[in-house]
């Protein structure tokens, strides 16, 4: 039998139809699941990813805010916790809190105001601003407000990025302090060295003294000794005027002229005119060369001591140590014959009163190396040769004393080091010479010595001198 086929019922046509329909429903459905998932799986992504920002953010010490500016209040709408710890809270609870009641401490006012000015402005801003804790305690912020643009190029939000300052504020504070100190220790040492140079010179001074008033007294000494012999003279002479003038009345009285001349030869005898005529001349010379030699002195002294500390002019070296020598004759006189050999030297640029200082420094060197040396009395020698070498103006020093010892050599420009006893020296001198050689004048200054034999200075002056230049 062959099959044969019916006609499908009404019924089952609209069933496969309904059939086809929910089919296709269902693969829509599925389809828009698929999707939904995956959209899912993309937002946990994107939520994944955010709360990885969001930890990086939270990890940072660095404070970081975000502000919506669009809204009135200018509320948070994102702190890291660095942000919300600066300001007391959690981030969740700040959330939304105006940006406007940052707790701002007394003397912010300036900051804050112009913090909100460039903020109206749309404007970046960065500054500092003194904060109150929950606590009371005050510190410091420094703020950078960051403007940030939407899509349509409208403002919409500010980055804020802020960080507790104190500390640093507190250690620039400290260093300010530091070099303030610093800088007045280093003015008051400034002083002292200055006062210590001013001492020495002092005392240099009085010791000169002390050898000028003794130097001036020698001369001073024959000059009234020679007046003293003058007056006597002058009263002799006054005498025999008178016998003279007698004399002369008594001849044109018509007196006996033999008689009249033996009492004038007898008078001539009593004054001893003879000696007079010798005498006198003598006695004006000695006067006059005390005299020129007190002047000397005391023009010597005054060239010495130079009045200006600074200034510094065209000077005759070879000259200058001449009234060094004048001055400290004293000084070297018992234990050194000097003996100079000034060669032809052009004026040197300098402050010849501090040179005059360093030259009378190594001379009283000098002689107490010879007295050290204990060198017979007429061997002690001290030599001053000067010479013009290019541009410099070479002074040395040499006397033939105790010399130093090796180990010294390296130690004797050192402020206060000194091999003599108290009341000697104080260890100054050759450091000062060195400051005013080398710092103030550009010169050089150099030593060689053998113990037991002497010891020779060497200074090199530049001889257009030198700027002040300041001590180390
Ligand atoms: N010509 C010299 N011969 C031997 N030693 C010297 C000579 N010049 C300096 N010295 C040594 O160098 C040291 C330092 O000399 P410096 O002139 O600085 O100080 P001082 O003479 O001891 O004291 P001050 O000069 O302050 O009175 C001396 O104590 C001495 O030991
Ligand atoms: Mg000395």
Not at 454 to 461: A, D, I, K, V
Request: charged share 25%; aromatic share 4%.
């Amino acid at each position: 039998m062959s099959a044969q086929h019916l006609p499908a019922a009404p019924e089952e046509l609209e069933l496969t139809a309904t059939l086809a329909v929910l089919e296709a429903a269902v693969g829509d459905a599925r389809l828009a699941l698929r999707r939904l998932h995956r959209e899912l799986g993309e937002q946990r992504a994107v939520k994944a990813e955010l709360d990885l920002r969001t930890c990086a953010l939270d990890a940072l010490t660095t404070c970081i805010a975000i502000v919506d500016i669009r809204l009135p209040q200018r509320p948070f709408v994102f702190l890291n916790q660095a942000f919300a710890a600066m300001l007391g809270g959690a981030p969740d609870t700040l959330l939304g809190a105006s940006y406007d009641r940052l707790p701002l401490a007394a003397g912010s006012e300036d900051a804050s105001a112009a913090m909100r000015e460039a903020m109206a402005n749309g404007r970046e801003w960065r500054g500092e601003m003194r904060m109150c804790r929950s606590d009371g305690s005050e510190y410091w912020v420094g703020m950078t407000l960051t403007p940030v643009h939407g899509a349509d190029d409208a403002l919409s939000h500010y980055v804020a990025i802020g960080a507790d300052i104190t500390a640093r504020l507190e250690a620039d504070r400290r260093k300010q302090e530091l070099q303030e100190r610093l800088l007045a220790e280093m003015k008051e040492r400034e002083r002292m060295a200055i006062e210590l140079r001013l001492a020495q010179k002092l005392e240099s001074v009085g010791r000169l003294a002390a050898g000028v008033a003794h130097e001036i007294n020698t001369p001073i000494q024959y000059v009234g000794d020679s007046i003293h012999f003058l007056r006597a003279a002058a009263a002799d002479c006054e005498t025999l005027i008178r016998q003279y003038r007698s004399a002369i009345d008594a001849l044109a009285g018509g007196a006996a002229a033999a008689p009249v001349l033996e009492a004038v030869r007898a008078a001539e005898a009593q004054a001893d005119l003879a000696f007079l005529a010798e005498e006198v001349p003598k006695a004006f010379e000695r006067t006059l060369d005390g005299v020129d030699r007190v002047a000397g002195i005391v023009r010597a002294m005054k060239e010495f001591a130079h009045p200006d500390p600074t200034e510094q002019s065209p000077a005759d070296i070879n000259h200058a140590i001449e009234t060094t020598l004048t001055v400290a004759r004293n000084e070297y006189k018992y234990v050194a014959s000097v003996h100079t050999d000034l060669g032809s030297l052009p004026a040197v640029t300098c402050n010849i009163g501090e040179i005059n200082q360093v030259l009378l420094n190594l001379l009283v060197n000098a002689a107490h190396a010879i007295e050290a040396a204990r060198r017979p009395v007429g061997e002690g020698r001290i030599e001053i040769a000067t010479r013009s070498d290019g541009a410099h103006a070479v002074v040395a020093v040499r006397d033939n004393g105790c010399g130093i010892a090796p180990e010294h050599l390296d130690h004797i420009f050192d402020p206060f080091f000194t091999t003599k006893e108290v009341g000697k020296g104080t260890g100054q001198g050759l450091a000062i010479a060195r400051s005013i050689v080398v710092d103030k004048h550009g010169g050089d200054i150099q030593v060689r010595s053998v113990p037991g034999e002497g010891t020779e200075f060497t200074l090199r002056l530049p001889v257009g001198g030198c700027a002040r230049r300041e001590a180390a």
